[in-house]
T-cell receptor
Framework: GQQLNQSPQSMFIQEGEDVSMNCTSS?????WLWYKQEPGEGPVLLIA?????ELTSNGRLTAQFGITRKDSFLNISASIPSDVGIYFC?????????????FGSGTQLTVLP | DAGVIQSPRHEVTEMGQEVTLRCKPI?????LFWYRQTMMRGLELLIY????????DSGMPEDRFSAKMPNASFSTLKIQPSEPRDSAVYFC?????????????FGEGSWLTVV
C-alpha cells in the first residue's frame, strides 16, 4: 500500500520564524492535501494541490506539489501563536479515490512567544 | 456554509453499552467517510459511503462496529457492545464526487471514552 513519511514529527519555534514541513510518498500521488488540527477539533483543510509543480498559497501558508509527484511541502511564514497545532499531509494515487486517501503521521508545531 | 456536523461531541460510557455516533455531511456531498483517530494509529478509515451505499468497509475493526446511511444527509456509526479499546476520536467527513472528490472535509469529531 501507499506509505507517507511526514517530517519533522515535532517543531518548537519562536514566534516570527518561518516553518517548513514535508511529506514523501512511496508511490506517485495525484492529489496532495494539507490539514491542520487544533486540540479538541477535527482536521481543517488548509490547501489542496492537484497538479505536479503546483504552488498554492493561503495567507501565510504556501504548499507545493512536487514535480516527481512523490512529495509535497508546506511552509508557514512569520509564525504566530495561533499556528500551534498538528499539521497533516494527505494524498491519494491515480485511483483518484478519496477512500484511498493516505495520511501522514502529523507534525506537531509549537510556537513560543 | 454549515460544515460536517457530528454528535455527540463527547461521550463517556461503560464497557458493554451501545454507542451511536451521528453525522450530517455537507449538503450536496455524495461521499461520506468515518475515521477513527488514536495516538498509536493516527487517522484510520473505517468505512466509506458513496451515494448512501457502503462501498468499502474493510477498515471496520470487527462485527461490533456497524454503520448506516439511510439518506444523503444522515449517517450513524454504532458500536455494540463497546470496549475500552474503542476509546478514540471518531470523525465523520464528506466530499463531492468528480474531480474534487479527493478533497474531504472533516467534522469536529466525537470523543468517545469507554470505561
Amino acid at each position: 500500500g501507499q506509505q507517507l513519511n511526514q517530517s519533522p514529527q515535532s517543531m518548537f519555534i519562536q514566534e516570527g520564524e518561518d516553518v517548513s514541513m514535508n511529506c514523501t510518498s512511496s508511490s506517485i500521488f495525484n492529489t496532495w492535501l494539507w490539514y491542520k488540527q487544533e486540540p479538541g477539533e477535527g482536521p481543517v483543510l488548509l490547501i489542496a494541490l492537484y497538479k505536479a509543480g503546483e504552488l498554492t498559497s493561503n495567507g501565510r501558508l504556501t504548499a507545493q506539489f512536487g514535480i516527481t509527484r512523490k512529495d509535497s511541502f508546506l511552509n508557514i511564514s512569520a509564525s504566530i501563536p495561533s499556528d500551534v497545532g498538528i499539521y497533516f499531509c494527505a494524498g491519494t494515487g491515480y485511483s483518484g479515490s478519496a477512500r484511498q486517501l493516505t495520511f501522514g503521521s502529523g507534525t506537531q508545531l509549537t510556537v513560543l512567544p | 456554509d454549515a460544515g460536517v456536523i457530528q454528535s455527540p461531541r463527547h461521550e463517556v460510557t461503560e464497557m458493554g453499552q451501545e454507542v451511536t455516533l451521528r453525522c450530517k455531511p455537507i449538503s450536496g456531498h455524495n461521499s461520506l467517510f468515518w475515521y477513527r483517530q488514536t495516538m498509536m494509529r493516527g487517522l484510520e478509515l473505517l468505512i466509506y459511503f458513496n451515494n448512501n451505499v457502503p462501498i468499502d468497509d474493510s477498515g471496520m475493526p470487527e462485527d461490533r462496529f456497524s454503520a448506516k446511511m439511510p439518506n444523503a444527509s444522515f449517517s450513524t456509526l454504532k458500536i455494540q457492545p463497546s470496549e475500552p479499546r474503542d476509546s478514540a476520536v471518531y470523525f465523520c467527513a464528506s466530499s463531492l464526487g468528480g474531480a474534487l472528490g479527493n478533497t474531504i472535509y472533516f467534522g469536529e469529531g466525537s470523543w468517545l471514552t469507554v470505561v
